[in-house]
Nanobody, 125 residues
Framework: QVQLVESGGGLVQAGGSLRVSCAASGRTFSSYNMAWFRQAPGKEREFVARISWTGTNTYYADSVKGRFRISRDNTKNTMYLQMNSLKPEDTAVYYC??????????????????WGQGTQVTVSS
C-alpha cells in the first residue's frame, strides 16, 4: 500500500504559476505509475496529467497541454505538477493518484488504486 499527501495549493491570480506536490510513503513509490486529477465543484473528477514509473513517459489533458508539467523524483518519493499560465477554469481540488499498472484507459480514475486527500487550487480572474 502507498499513502499520498498533496501540498502546495493556494490562491493565485490568472496568468500566475503554482507548483503542487505529492509525497508518497509506504510501498516503493518508484514502482507506481502516477497521475494528477482535479475536481471542480459540481463537476466530475477529471484527468490532468500522468507519468510513468520511470518518469520517461508523460501525458496531458488537452486543456492543460503546454501550460502544466508533471514530473517526479523517485529519490524523494515525490511527484510534482508545475502549473503555469493559470486560468480561472483551472480552479479545483487537485488529487494525486497511484497505479501499479496502467490499463486500457489510464486517464480514468478507476485505473488508480491509491489517492491523496487533495489540495485546493483557486485561480482568481
Amino acid at each position: 500500500q502507498v499513502q499520498l499527501v498533496e501540498s502546495g495549493g493556494g490562491l493565485v491570480q490568472a496568468g500566475g504559476s503554482l507548483r503542487v506536490s505529492c509525497a508518497a510513503s509506504g510501498r516503493t513509490f518508484s514502482s507506481y505509475n502516477m497521475a494528477w486529477f482535479r475536481q471542480a465543484p459540481g463537476k466530475e473528477r477529471e484527468f490532468v496529467a500522468r507519468i510513468s514509473w520511470t518518469g520517461t513517459n508523460t501525458y496531458y489533458a488537452d486543456s492543460v497541454k503546454g501550460r502544466f508539467r508533471i514530473s517526479r523524483d523517485n529519490t524523494k518519493n515525490t511527484m510534482y505538477l508545475q502549473m503555469n499560465s493559470l486560468k480561472p477554469e483551472d480552479t479545483a481540488v487537485y488529487y494525486c493518484a497511484a497505479a501499479p499498472n496502467w490499463g486500457r484507459n489510464a486517464g480514468a480514475p478507476y485505473e488508480y488504486d491509491y489517492w491523496g486527500q487533495g489540495t485546493q487550487v483557486t485561480v482568481s480572474s
